[in-house]
Protein backbone atom coordinates (compact mmCIF):
# COMPACT_ATOMS: atom_id res chain seq x y z
CA UNK A 1 0.00 0.00 0.00
CA UNK A 2 1.33 3.42 -0.94
CA UNK A 3 0.76 6.36 0.95
CA UNK A 4 -1.55 8.89 0.07
CA UNK A 5 0.65 11.40 -1.49
CA UNK A 6 2.28 9.39 -4.26
CA UNK A 7 -1.21 6.82 -4.76
CA UNK A 8 -2.62 10.04 -5.95
CA UNK A 9 -0.58 11.82 -7.34
CA UNK A 10 -1.25 12.72 -10.81
CA UNK A 11 1.68 13.53 -13.60
CA UNK A 12 1.97 17.22 -15.14
CA UNK A 13 1.16 15.96 -18.89
CA UNK A 14 2.84 17.71 -21.99
CA UNK A 15 0.03 20.20 -22.67
CA UNK A 16 0.77 22.31 -19.42
CA UNK A 17 4.13 22.85 -20.26
CA UNK A 18 6.00 25.53 -21.85
CA UNK A 19 8.71 26.97 -22.81
CA UNK A 20 12.02 27.78 -20.49
CA UNK A 21 11.69 31.22 -21.02
CA UNK A 22 8.25 31.74 -19.43
CA UNK A 23 8.64 29.31 -16.78
CA UNK A 24 11.59 28.15 -15.16
CA UNK A 25 14.48 30.89 -16.07
CA UNK A 26 11.99 33.62 -14.81
CA UNK A 27 10.88 32.41 -11.62
CA UNK A 28 14.59 31.36 -10.50
CA UNK A 29 15.76 34.90 -11.67
CA UNK A 30 13.19 36.07 -9.25
CA UNK A 31 14.16 34.23 -6.85
CA UNK A 32 17.63 35.61 -6.85
CA UNK A 33 16.36 39.42 -7.62
CA UNK A 34 14.79 39.03 -4.37
CA UNK A 35 16.44 42.31 -2.06
CA UNK A 36 17.22 39.15 0.61
CA UNK A 37 19.74 37.54 -1.74
CA UNK A 38 22.28 40.61 -1.91
CA UNK A 39 21.04 42.62 0.98
CA UNK A 40 24.31 41.09 2.97
CA UNK A 41 26.16 39.66 0.07
CA UNK A 42 29.37 42.34 0.55
CA UNK A 43 29.55 41.41 4.84
CA UNK A 44 32.63 39.61 5.21
CA UNK A 45 33.05 38.42 1.56
CA UNK A 46 34.19 42.02 -0.09
CA UNK A 47 36.03 43.15 2.59
CA UNK A 48 38.62 40.06 2.25
CA UNK A 49 38.56 39.13 -1.40
CA UNK A 50 37.96 42.30 -3.11
CA UNK A 51 36.02 43.35 -6.33
CA UNK A 52 37.19 40.88 -9.13
CA UNK A 53 37.56 37.66 -7.00
CA UNK A 54 34.24 37.99 -5.76
CA UNK A 55 32.55 38.48 -8.88
CA UNK A 56 34.85 35.16 -9.96
CA UNK A 57 33.26 33.51 -6.48
CA UNK A 58 29.49 34.21 -8.09
CA UNK A 59 30.79 32.72 -11.18
CA UNK A 60 31.69 29.55 -9.52
CA UNK A 61 28.67 29.97 -7.11
CA UNK A 62 26.47 29.81 -10.25
CA UNK A 63 28.10 27.06 -12.01
CA UNK A 64 28.06 24.88 -8.61
CA UNK A 65 24.37 25.76 -8.06
CA UNK A 66 23.33 24.66 -11.71
CA UNK A 67 25.41 21.56 -11.75
CA UNK A 68 24.95 20.41 -8.45
CA UNK A 69 22.08 21.76 -7.08
CA UNK A 70 19.07 22.17 -10.08
CA UNK A 71 20.27 20.08 -12.73
CA UNK A 72 19.42 16.28 -11.38
CA UNK A 73 16.23 17.64 -9.28
CA UNK A 74 14.66 19.49 -12.58
CA UNK A 75 15.53 16.46 -15.30
CA UNK A 76 13.57 14.44 -12.28
CA UNK A 77 10.68 16.57 -12.55
CA UNK A 78 11.10 16.80 -16.44
CA UNK A 79 11.00 12.56 -16.59
CA UNK A 80 8.30 11.99 -14.42
CA UNK A 81 6.03 14.86 -14.35
CA UNK A 82 5.85 14.56 -10.50
CA UNK A 83 6.48 16.84 -7.97
CA UNK A 84 9.54 16.69 -5.86
CA UNK A 85 7.63 15.00 -2.53
CA UNK A 86 6.58 11.96 -4.91
CA UNK A 87 10.22 12.05 -6.58
CA UNK A 88 11.97 12.39 -3.08
CA UNK A 89 10.03 9.02 -2.23
CA UNK A 90 13.01 7.01 -4.04
CA UNK A 91 15.65 8.34 -2.15
CA UNK A 92 14.30 8.31 1.12
CA UNK A 93 11.68 5.95 0.87
CA UNK A 94 7.77 5.94 0.94
CA UNK A 95 7.87 6.22 4.68
CA UNK A 96 10.71 8.67 5.08
CA UNK A 97 9.64 10.67 2.50
CA UNK A 98 6.75 12.00 4.94
CA UNK A 99 9.90 14.16 6.96
CA UNK A 100 12.26 14.63 3.88
CA UNK A 101 11.72 15.92 2.17
CA UNK A 102 8.34 16.57 2.92
CA UNK A 103 7.68 18.08 5.86
CA UNK A 104 11.26 19.54 6.32
CA UNK A 105 10.36 21.74 2.92
CA UNK A 106 7.54 23.17 4.13
CA UNK A 107 9.35 24.19 7.71
CA UNK A 108 12.58 25.77 5.85
CA UNK A 109 9.55 27.90 4.02
CA UNK A 110 8.09 29.11 6.87
CA UNK A 111 11.90 30.20 7.78
CA UNK A 112 12.05 32.36 4.61
CA UNK A 113 8.98 33.63 5.38
CA UNK A 114 9.95 35.05 8.74
CA UNK A 115 13.19 36.48 6.64
CA UNK A 116 10.93 38.43 3.91
CA UNK A 117 8.69 39.50 6.62
CA UNK A 118 12.21 41.38 8.57
CA UNK A 119 13.22 42.77 5.71
CA UNK A 120 9.78 44.34 4.68
CA UNK A 121 9.18 45.65 7.60
CA UNK A 122 12.74 47.05 7.47
CA UNK A 123 12.37 48.65 4.24
CA UNK A 124 8.64 49.81 5.14
CA UNK A 125 10.16 51.74 8.13
CA UNK A 126 13.27 52.69 5.88
CA UNK A 127 10.62 54.30 3.23
CA UNK A 128 8.60 56.49 6.15
CA UNK A 129 11.63 57.56 7.50
CA UNK A 130 11.07 55.87 10.79
CA UNK A 131 14.15 54.05 12.71
CA UNK A 132 12.14 51.88 14.66
CA UNK A 133 13.53 48.05 14.67
CA UNK A 134 12.98 44.82 16.06
CA UNK A 135 11.46 45.01 19.74
CA UNK A 136 9.76 48.63 18.40
CA UNK A 137 5.69 48.63 18.10
CA UNK A 138 5.46 49.82 14.68
CA UNK A 139 8.56 47.24 13.81
CA UNK A 140 6.67 44.34 15.41
CA UNK A 141 2.75 45.57 13.80
CA UNK A 142 4.40 45.51 10.39
CA UNK A 143 6.45 42.37 10.66
CA UNK A 144 3.45 40.72 12.19
CA UNK A 145 0.95 41.75 9.68
CA UNK A 146 3.31 41.16 6.44
CA UNK A 147 3.73 37.64 7.36
CA UNK A 148 -0.37 37.20 8.60
CA UNK A 149 -1.10 38.79 5.10
CA UNK A 150 1.66 37.16 2.56
CA UNK A 151 0.77 34.12 4.85
CA UNK A 152 -3.47 34.79 3.78
CA UNK A 153 -2.41 35.61 0.17
CA UNK A 154 -0.24 32.75 -0.47
CA UNK A 155 -3.05 30.07 0.67
CA UNK A 156 -5.94 32.34 -1.28
CA UNK A 157 -4.93 34.42 -3.99
CA UNK A 158 -1.24 32.73 -5.19
CA UNK A 159 -2.76 32.69 -8.82
CA UNK A 160 -3.26 36.26 -8.58
CA UNK A 161 0.18 36.96 -7.74
CA UNK A 162 1.72 34.51 -10.28
CA UNK A 163 0.17 36.56 -12.90
CA UNK A 164 2.12 39.62 -11.99
CA UNK A 165 5.47 38.51 -10.05
CA UNK A 166 7.59 38.20 -13.66
CA UNK A 167 6.97 42.15 -14.22
CA UNK A 168 7.78 42.56 -10.58
CA UNK A 169 11.16 41.17 -11.69
CA UNK A 170 11.99 44.06 -13.72
CA UNK A 171 11.32 46.32 -10.65
CA UNK A 172 14.23 45.62 -8.53
CA UNK A 173 16.39 44.70 -11.90
CA UNK A 174 16.14 48.11 -12.53
CA UNK A 175 17.00 49.49 -9.29
CA UNK A 176 20.20 47.78 -8.58
CA UNK A 177 21.09 48.54 -12.21
CA UNK A 178 19.92 52.66 -11.10
CA UNK A 179 22.53 52.32 -7.66
CA UNK A 180 25.28 50.20 -9.48
CA UNK A 181 25.49 53.47 -12.11
CA UNK A 182 25.38 55.77 -9.43
CA UNK A 183 28.36 54.41 -7.54
CA UNK A 184 30.20 52.75 -10.65
CA UNK A 185 33.09 55.10 -10.87
CA UNK A 186 34.73 54.40 -7.57
CA UNK A 187 34.42 50.31 -7.68
CA UNK A 188 37.85 50.79 -9.21
CA UNK A 189 39.28 52.65 -6.32
CA UNK A 190 37.93 50.08 -3.65
CA UNK A 191 40.56 48.57 -1.86
CA UNK A 192 39.69 45.64 0.70
CA UNK A 193 39.98 46.26 4.13
CA UNK A 194 41.23 43.11 6.09
CA UNK A 195 42.69 41.41 3.01
CA UNK A 196 41.83 37.27 3.16
CA UNK A 197 41.36 35.85 0.01
CA UNK A 198 40.69 32.95 0.09
CA UNK A 199 37.97 33.07 2.98
CA UNK A 200 36.80 35.83 1.01
CA UNK A 201 36.07 33.50 -2.06
CA UNK A 202 34.83 30.36 -0.45
CA UNK A 203 32.49 32.71 1.88
CA UNK A 204 30.75 34.24 -0.98
CA UNK A 205 30.29 31.01 -2.71
CA UNK A 206 28.78 29.74 0.78
CA UNK A 207 26.75 32.83 0.90
CA UNK A 208 25.09 31.91 -2.41
CA UNK A 209 24.97 28.28 -2.16
CA UNK A 210 23.55 28.21 1.24
CA UNK A 211 20.98 30.44 -0.13
CA UNK A 212 20.24 28.19 -3.24
CA UNK A 213 19.89 24.62 -1.61
CA UNK A 214 16.15 24.76 -1.06
CA UNK A 215 15.14 26.25 -4.44
CA UNK A 216 17.44 23.84 -6.01
CA UNK A 217 15.43 20.61 -4.57
CA UNK A 218 12.59 22.87 -5.92
CA UNK A 219 13.86 22.47 -9.26
CA UNK A 220 11.72 18.90 -9.40
CA UNK A 221 8.78 21.19 -9.66
CA UNK A 222 9.87 23.35 -11.73
CA UNK A 223 11.25 20.66 -13.95
CA UNK A 224 7.78 19.03 -14.03
CA UNK A 225 6.73 22.51 -16.38
CA UNK A 226 9.66 21.85 -18.56
CA UNK A 227 9.21 20.25 -22.20
CA UNK A 228 12.37 18.79 -22.66
CA UNK A 229 16.06 18.47 -21.89
CA UNK A 230 16.76 21.52 -23.57
CA UNK A 231 14.13 23.65 -21.36
CA UNK A 232 15.80 22.26 -18.14
CA UNK A 233 19.12 23.04 -19.25
CA UNK A 234 18.43 26.98 -20.32
CA UNK A 235 16.03 27.44 -17.82
CA UNK A 236 19.14 26.90 -15.44
CA UNK A 237 21.87 28.71 -17.40
CA UNK A 238 19.92 31.72 -17.29
CA UNK A 239 17.73 31.35 -14.67
CA UNK A 240 20.04 29.92 -12.01
CA UNK A 241 23.81 30.78 -13.50
CA UNK A 242 23.28 34.00 -15.39
CA UNK A 243 20.81 35.57 -12.52
CA UNK A 244 23.35 34.39 -9.51
CA UNK A 245 26.15 36.52 -11.26
CA UNK A 246 24.18 39.63 -12.19
CA UNK A 247 21.66 40.26 -9.30
CA UNK A 248 24.44 39.33 -6.85
CA UNK A 249 27.69 40.70 -8.95
CA UNK A 250 26.03 44.64 -10.14
CA UNK A 251 25.38 44.92 -5.72
CA UNK A 252 28.20 44.02 -4.82
CA UNK A 253 30.00 46.04 -7.13
CA UNK A 254 27.37 48.88 -5.89
CA UNK A 255 28.96 48.68 -2.19
CA UNK A 256 32.80 48.53 -3.38
CA UNK A 257 31.80 52.29 -5.11
CA UNK A 258 29.96 53.64 -1.98
CA UNK A 259 32.85 52.55 0.19
CA UNK A 260 35.77 53.99 -2.05
CA UNK A 261 33.17 57.30 -2.45
CA UNK A 262 31.33 58.23 0.49
CA UNK A 263 33.48 55.70 3.43
CA UNK A 264 29.90 54.25 4.27
CA UNK A 265 30.19 52.86 7.62
CA UNK A 266 29.20 48.76 6.83
CA UNK A 267 29.12 46.73 3.50
CA UNK A 268 24.85 46.52 3.84
CA UNK A 269 23.25 47.15 0.36
CA UNK A 270 20.61 48.90 2.31
CA UNK A 271 23.13 51.33 3.88
CA UNK A 272 23.71 52.22 -0.01
CA UNK A 273 20.12 53.20 -0.81
CA UNK A 274 20.29 55.61 2.14
CA UNK A 275 23.10 57.34 0.58
CA UNK A 276 21.34 58.31 -2.32
CA UNK A 277 19.18 60.17 -0.17
CA UNK A 278 15.48 61.99 -0.89
CA UNK A 279 12.66 60.98 -2.40
CA UNK A 280 14.72 58.76 -4.51
CA UNK A 281 15.96 56.64 -1.36
CA UNK A 282 12.57 56.58 -0.20
CA UNK A 283 11.19 55.54 -3.25
CA UNK A 284 13.61 52.61 -3.44
CA UNK A 285 12.61 51.37 -0.06
CA UNK A 286 9.31 50.64 -0.97
CA UNK A 287 10.01 49.41 -3.79
CA UNK A 288 12.26 46.72 -2.83
CA UNK A 289 9.22 46.13 -0.11
CA UNK A 290 6.33 45.46 -3.14
CA UNK A 291 8.71 43.38 -5.02
CA UNK A 292 8.98 40.94 -2.27
CA UNK A 293 5.32 40.42 -1.87
CA UNK A 294 5.95 37.52 -4.51
CA UNK A 295 8.49 35.59 -2.71
CA UNK A 296 6.51 35.57 0.53
CA UNK A 297 3.59 34.47 -1.62
CA UNK A 298 5.02 32.14 -2.63
CA UNK A 299 7.61 30.69 0.26
CA UNK A 300 3.90 30.86 1.98
CA UNK A 301 2.12 28.53 -0.94
CA UNK A 302 5.10 25.89 -0.52
CA UNK A 303 4.57 25.45 2.70
CA UNK A 304 0.73 25.20 2.32
CA UNK A 305 1.79 22.44 -0.18
CA UNK A 306 3.96 20.65 2.20
CA UNK A 307 1.52 20.89 5.19
CA UNK A 308 -1.24 19.90 3.10
CA UNK A 309 0.27 16.80 1.49
CA UNK A 310 1.77 15.11 4.65
CA UNK A 311 -0.67 16.30 7.02
CA UNK A 312 -3.85 15.59 5.20
CA UNK A 313 -6.00 15.62 8.53
CA UNK A 314 -5.35 19.57 9.01
CA UNK A 315 -6.92 21.34 6.97
CA UNK A 316 -4.87 23.26 4.23
CA UNK A 317 -5.51 27.02 5.73
CA UNK A 318 -5.10 25.94 9.03
CA UNK A 319 -1.64 24.83 8.64
CA UNK A 320 -0.73 27.66 6.12
CA UNK A 321 -1.75 30.35 8.90
CA UNK A 322 -0.12 28.73 12.04
CA UNK A 323 3.25 28.79 9.59
CA UNK A 324 2.49 31.86 8.86
CA UNK A 325 1.80 33.01 12.89
CA UNK A 326 5.17 31.19 13.23
CA UNK A 327 7.03 33.08 10.48
CA UNK A 328 5.48 36.75 12.13
CA UNK A 329 7.01 35.49 16.05
CA UNK A 330 10.78 34.92 14.16
CA UNK A 331 10.40 38.39 12.39
CA UNK A 332 8.92 40.13 14.87
CA UNK A 333 11.57 38.45 17.84
CA UNK A 334 14.56 39.69 15.48
CA UNK A 335 15.52 35.85 15.15
CA UNK A 336 15.42 35.99 11.31
CA UNK A 337 18.05 38.73 10.75
CA UNK A 338 21.28 36.39 10.68
CA UNK A 339 20.41 36.18 7.14
CA UNK A 340 24.10 34.49 6.26
CA UNK A 341 23.47 31.89 9.36
CA UNK A 342 20.25 30.77 8.30
CA UNK A 343 21.52 30.27 4.43
CA UNK A 344 24.37 28.06 5.89
CA UNK A 345 21.84 25.83 7.97
CA UNK A 346 19.47 25.84 4.71
CA UNK A 347 22.80 24.27 2.71
CA UNK A 348 23.36 22.10 5.32
CA UNK A 349 19.73 20.90 5.45
CA UNK A 350 19.21 20.52 2.15
CA UNK A 351 23.10 20.05 0.38
CA UNK A 352 22.64 16.33 1.33
CA UNK A 353 19.15 16.18 0.19
CA UNK A 354 19.92 17.24 -3.34
CA UNK A 355 23.59 15.02 -2.98
CA UNK A 356 21.82 11.98 -2.33
CA UNK A 357 19.05 12.61 -5.09
CA UNK A 358 21.87 12.50 -7.52
CA UNK A 359 23.61 9.57 -6.67
CA UNK A 360 20.31 7.87 -6.54
CA UNK A 361 19.79 9.44 -10.02
CA UNK A 362 23.15 8.24 -11.24
CA UNK A 363 22.91 4.75 -9.89
CA UNK A 364 19.54 3.97 -11.09
CA UNK A 365 20.40 5.09 -14.77
CA UNK A 366 19.54 8.41 -14.91
CA UNK A 367 16.17 8.15 -14.36
CA UNK A 368 14.06 8.02 -11.27
CA UNK A 369 13.72 4.47 -9.62
CA UNK A 370 9.90 5.13 -8.05
CA UNK A 371 8.85 4.72 -4.65
CA UNK A 372 11.20 2.50 -2.26
CA UNK A 373 9.44 0.54 0.50
CA UNK A 374 9.40 1.96 4.16
CA UNK A 375 12.63 4.36 5.19
CA UNK A 376 15.64 4.48 3.36
CA UNK A 377 18.62 4.07 5.16
CA UNK A 378 20.75 5.09 2.22
CA UNK A 379 18.99 8.54 2.13
CA UNK A 380 18.73 8.82 5.72
CA UNK A 381 22.46 7.99 6.45
CA UNK A 382 23.38 10.31 3.85
CA UNK A 383 21.47 12.87 4.93
CA UNK A 384 22.64 12.75 8.15
CA UNK A 385 26.50 12.74 7.55
CA UNK A 386 25.95 15.82 5.35
CA UNK A 387 24.00 17.99 7.73
CA UNK A 388 27.11 16.83 10.03
CA UNK A 389 29.41 18.12 7.80
CA UNK A 390 27.03 21.57 6.78
CA UNK A 391 26.69 22.79 10.66
CA UNK A 392 30.57 22.27 11.54
CA UNK A 393 31.32 26.09 10.96
CA UNK A 394 28.75 26.45 13.83
CA UNK A 395 30.28 24.44 16.15
CA UNK A 396 33.03 25.64 18.97
CA UNK A 397 36.26 25.08 17.05
CA UNK A 398 38.93 27.60 16.31
CA UNK A 399 37.95 30.22 13.45
CA UNK A 400 40.98 28.93 11.49
CA UNK A 401 39.48 25.97 11.16
CA UNK A 402 36.11 26.66 10.35
CA UNK A 403 37.87 29.34 7.37
CA UNK A 404 38.73 26.41 5.80
CA UNK A 405 35.58 24.05 5.93
CA UNK A 406 33.93 26.69 3.45
CA UNK A 407 31.67 26.10 1.72
CA UNK A 408 30.08 23.97 4.11
CA UNK A 409 27.21 23.90 1.93
CA UNK A 410 28.94 22.50 -0.89
CA UNK A 411 30.99 19.81 1.18
CA UNK A 412 27.60 18.73 2.69
CA UNK A 413 26.35 17.80 -0.89
CA UNK A 414 29.63 15.91 -2.00
CA UNK A 415 28.81 13.96 1.77
CA UNK A 416 25.44 13.35 1.27
CA UNK A 417 26.31 12.02 -2.08
CA UNK A 418 29.26 9.98 -1.33
CA UNK A 419 27.58 8.26 1.88
CA UNK A 420 24.37 7.44 -0.73
CA UNK A 421 26.55 5.53 -2.84
CA UNK A 422 28.64 3.51 -0.25
CA UNK A 423 25.40 2.55 1.84
CA UNK A 424 23.60 1.92 -1.40
CA UNK A 425 25.97 -0.43 -2.42
CA UNK A 426 26.18 -1.95 0.75
CA UNK A 427 22.53 -3.08 0.21
CA UNK A 428 20.87 -0.43 2.40
CA UNK A 429 18.38 1.08 -0.39
CA UNK A 430 15.05 -0.34 -0.06
CA UNK A 431 13.23 -2.12 -2.63
CA UNK A 432 11.11 -0.32 -5.44
CA UNK A 433 7.65 -0.81 -4.99
CA UNK A 434 6.39 -3.25 -7.68
CA UNK A 435 3.08 -1.43 -8.86
CA UNK A 436 4.78 1.73 -9.44
CA UNK A 437 7.36 0.29 -11.83
CA UNK A 438 6.09 0.90 -14.98
CA UNK A 439 5.24 4.76 -14.04
CA UNK A 440 9.18 5.06 -12.68
CA UNK A 441 10.37 3.75 -16.11
CA UNK A 442 8.84 6.69 -17.66
CA UNK A 443 11.28 8.18 -20.48
CA UNK A 444 11.70 11.90 -20.84
CA UNK A 445 9.15 13.48 -22.32
Not at 157 to 183: D, E, R
Not at 198 to 221: K, L, N, S
Request: glycine content about 12%; some cysteine; aromatic content about 12%.
Amino acid sequence: MLPDYISKAVPNPASNRAPWYKNTAPTYAGVFLWVVFYKSIASGTLDRAGVWLCLLGLLVAGILSYALFYRVPAMLGMQTGLPLYVVGSSTFGTKGGYLMPGLLMGVLQVGWMSVNAFVSATFVLSAVGSKGGPGSLSFSVIAGLWALAMGYVGEKGIQYVSKFSTFLNWVPLLMIIAVFASTARGVSQYVPANPAPYIGFVMIIQVVVGFFATAGAAGVDFGLNSRDERDVRYGGLVGVALAILVAGGLPLMAVAGAKALYNIPDLDFQTVIAQTGGFIATAMFGLFALASIAPACVSSFIAGNSFATMIPGVPRFSSSMVGAAIAAVLAVTGAAANLIGLFTIIGASFGPICGAMMADYLLSGRKWAGPREGISIAGYGAWAVGFIVGILPFLPISDDLKAHLQPAAVYSFVAGFLVYVILAKAGLQPSVVPDRVNTAQRTAV
